[in-house]
């Protein structure tokens, strides 16, 4: 067991110096997300929801921790067996690392010391244990201890001196040389139960396949433009920064999303049209994607010609809802594409971008089963009424969202009757979600409400159920309440 936290503890102290990615447990636990198929994947995110990383790191604890409890009892006259599950959670870890295409060679240090204390500390134990007094071992368990106490707690301060605060915190004020539209007081319909029409940048939904969040500071951050391109381009945050800069409103979703799901939310982006970026490195003919990389090794691929159709509006975004960019969601830059799902176009801490071929390369979620192509699907929710209310006069509200096309109208049915027309927010932009309430009548009891929203196109939303794989889930929202 002491031996297992020595190990860590030296790994993590390393990890410190090397890159937080380096850190065998975490590293590992990287491993895992990457290795996981698809369907544990999507009922780890169902289950735990956002918690689904704590419950990683919690499992792999305890599987560890009985592997250690295993290795001593197995170890109790000669250390042999002992050292060989330590040298098999080694390489574990050296793999892990080694699988990071974020992280150089030197990273393989953080795993390697964890291998050679684990080792180390077991041995010193194993002989303390064996032939010496009861009160010398003693010592030597406490020496062993404190060494892998203050080796965490020193790994842990100086990986958290590298992170991004103080350098966002430098960033100063980012001013819009054209700001978006003021929001009007009727955008949404929160007295009546749906979100704001902004969603505050700490309430705003969150995915990420890393389980650290990403650090880079702006000074050290730089964007490259490459691949099929007349010329390549380097940008510096600071060339960015200075370019006239524009604000959208944009709702981002996650395909990830089921029919009534959280993963929605929508904010001020501040940026660089991305188009007119692309346009100055001069897109070649026949560059069909735009394979954009963070570094943490996430990747998405995005058509070339949504990012520029005229009017699109995709950005390289470095402020959200008047601040810097939060940390968490991809300080100093991300892309956002309006319309389509974040997995092929809204990738964070972003440093790469590779206009290529489809056949050329496969980005993250593509490996794992999703589609090439991922258009954000007409949907809507119910947000109220929760739980029972009084009976008579029932106001239903929500939200309907059709990025980039527009909603034209939202329908709600209660207990299978007719569909009742809803009155709909003011529409902000055609990228932003649209909120809706309807008075319904309800006696006293047991009821179901149900919604459908049809875009400009004329497209109703289909009642046909699909899974959110491969490329986003469809089916009509249904709540139950109850009315007294
Ligand atoms: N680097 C990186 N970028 C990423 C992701 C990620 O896991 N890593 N997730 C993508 C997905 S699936 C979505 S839906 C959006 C979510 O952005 P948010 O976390 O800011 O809401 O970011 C995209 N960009
Ligand atoms: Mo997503």
Redesign the pocket.
Known sequence: MLSLAAALAAGHLVAAFVGAGASPYLAVGNAAIDLTPTWLKDFAVSSFGTNDKPVLLGGMAVVMVLLAILAGLISRSRPLPGQIVIVVFGAVGIAAVYGRSDLGQLALAAPAASLLAGVFAFRLLHRAALSQGVSASRRQFLVVAVAAGVAGVVGQWVGSRKDATGSRAAVGPLTPARPAPPVPADADFAKLGTPTFITPNSD???????LVV?QVPAEDWSLRIHGMVDRELTFSYDDIRNRPLVERIVT?????NPVGGP?I?TARFLGVDLAELLGEAGVQQGAEQLYST???G?T?GTPVSTIMEPGRGAMLAIGMNGEPLPI???FPA?LLVPGL???V??????TELELTTWDAKQS??LERGWSEQGPIKTESRIDAPTGSVAAGKVRVAGIAWAQHTGIDKVEVQVDGGPWQRAVLSTEVTTDAWRMWWAEVDATPGHHTATVRATDRTGYTQTDQIADVVPDGATGWHTITFSTR
Do not use: M, N, Q
Not at 204 to 210: L, N, V
Not at 345 to 350: C, D, L, R
């Open positions: 705003f939904y969150r995915i990420d396949t890393a990403p981002l979703c996650c395909v990830s993963y939310s963070s570094t943490d996430f998405a968490e969601h991809g991300r799902y974040g997995y176009s809204a990738t964070k801490w972003v993250y979620w």
